[in-house]
């Protein structure tokens, strides 16, 4: 006894213990701009996306998020981001050195925040700012953070006028994991800074820190024109944890491609650029199932400002790219001089409904169903359920007798019920129509002398209601009046 009380209360304890952890949290939708810019509200909260989102002409400042992120598969297209956030974090080189940062990117700071499953496409960054910075495709600074499934599809360019500075085609510095992503990103850098040497990161993922890298597909063109101290690789500009607590051990299956071109206008010169790492101070313990095509393109010439653009003055042919039904749409500016071309103003694939079509009709007992499909692909793009025909009820007459003379007309009003029948309309017949005759609004018409019966009868034949008509001569009625 004392066994199976001590049971039961064991359960009574538990059990909401257990229905609180597995409940999880609702994730909030976004479907537009101004839901993307609510995040910066409830900067720790879940959401999701359910369509893809036009950022043009959006004035997007990066916010620091806590929260989740899911994408699910959905684009978020024609970002500009032309600003840092506002938040300061404490960024570490090499030897440890503090920098106060702001940062810039989809997110100015990710810290203990999951991204999974977002496509960006025609995203622009564009900074030059006076302080210590890093930018990134989706985060400039990340802490704890994980980013998986990701799509980023970039232009980040970052003037430099201060020391402590980097781009990452996925994130800027940091500590996390990374994983399952596909980047295809141009990273430019400018230094600008006269006074002193910078401390520069470049890398196809992440500028600079330590994270876990695997089973990502990265493709970076980066352009680096740096007079401090080069650090740029394929993955990561410098793998080292710069005083951050993180756990990170593992650069594993990464498929690498693309080069980096840079110069170090440095008499200390260092020159630290290569396909996974520019440099490391410390060494993934899993490193393995990489491989590459990437190139190091260093040069010597410091004059020339390192850009994708090769002209100083270029002039551009405009193409327009119309999206289809599986394919997006895009602007493409081709320098005449040089050949180098600029994608960009994306439209997203666009189908051309046609009408809509019956695939199962309904019936009184069943729903059927009807789709609209694409007149160009014949893709269905949406299906719908037809509902169940509502019979009628009943049908009932204003009049159930009346008395007419030869020629006389009077006209029966039916009212059919329920109101939401599929079908209200009556039928209209006379039981002898050389006595009276009655036509489809009801209008009977006395004709000779005798009786009929009207009936109007629902046209799905489940309800019907009559009214007995006797006709009398006119010359009666005379007499009739002759004698009152």
Not at 307 to 313: A, D
Not at 403 to 413: A, I, M, N, Y
């Amino acid at each position: 006894m004392k066994k199976a009380l001590s049971l039961i209360i064991a359960l009574i304890i538990l059990i909401p213990n257990c229905a609180y952890a597995y409940a999880a949290p609702s994730a909030t939708a976004i479907s537009d701009a101004e839901g993307l810019l609510a995040i910066g509200n409830d900067p720790s909260g879940s959401y999701m996306l359910e369509a893809d989102i036009d950022m043009s002409g959006i004035s997007w400042k990066p916010v620091c998020f806590s929260g989740k992120l899911d994408g699910r598969g959905h684009t978020i297209y024609n970002l500009t981001v032309t600003s840092c956030g506002d938040e300061v974090r404490t960024t570490k080189d090499g030897n440890l050195k503090p920098y106060d940062t702001v940062f810039a990117g989809l997110f100015s700071v990710l810290e203990g925040a999951e991204v999974k499953d977002l496509r960006l496409k025609g995203e622009s960054i564009l900074i030059e700012n006076f302080e210590h910075c890093y930018a990134g495709g989706i985060a400039g600074y990340m802490d704890d953070a994980a980013i998986s499934g990701c799509y980023v599809d970039a232009r980040i360019t970052l003037i430099n006028h201060a020391v402590m500075t980097g781009i990452g085609g996925i994130a800027g510095f940091g500590c996390g994991k990374v994983s399952g992503c596909i980047t295809d990103t141009e990273l430019i850098f400018e230094d600008r800074n006269t006074t002193s040497r910078c401390e520069q990161f470049m890398g196809g993922v992440l500028a600079c820190g330590a994270a876990d890298i695997e089973r990502n597909d990265i493709t970076v063109h980066g352009f680096d024109s740096c007079r401090g101290y080069v650090h740029d690789g394929g993955l990561v500009g410098m793998y080292f944890a710069c005083g951050m607590r993180t756990d990170a051990d593992s650069v594993c299956d990464n498929i690498i491609n693309g080069f980096i071109s840079f110069f170090e206008d440095n008499p200390d010169r260092r020159a630290y650029c290569g396909p996974a790492f520019g440099e490391h101070l410390q060494m993934p313990y899993y490193f393995h199932g990489n491989t590459d095509n990437f190139s190091r393109l260093e040069t010597w010439d410091y004059e020339t400002v390192l850009s994708p653009e090769k002209c100083s003055s270029p002039d551009y042919a405009v193409a327009v790219t119309p999206s289809e039904c599986s394919a997006w749409g895009f602007t493409t500016r081709t320098c005449k001089g040089c050949g180098y071309t600029i994608v960009e103003n994306y439209t997203p694939p666009q189908h051309s409904p046609g009408k809509w079509e019956t695939e199962k009709k309904p019936s009184y007992e069943k729903s059927g169903s009807e789709h609209i499909c694409c007149t160009v692909c014949g893709r269905e793009l949406e299906k719908r359920s037809i509902p169940a025909l509502v019979a009628s009820g009943s049908c009932v007459l204003d009049l159930h007798s009346a008395l007419l003379d030869t020629g006389d007309t009077l006209v029966l009003k039916a009212e059919v019920l329920p109101a939401n029948a599929t079908n209200c309309a009556v039928k209209w017949t006379s039981s002898d129509p050389a006595v009276a005759s009655v036509d489809e609004s009801g209008t009977v018409t006395a004709l000779g002398k005798g009786k009929a019966v009207i009936t109007a009868e629902t046209a799905d034949g489940f309800a019907s209601d009559s009214c007995e008509l006797t006709v009398r001569t006119r010359l009666f009625k005379k007499l009739l009046n002759l004698l009152g």
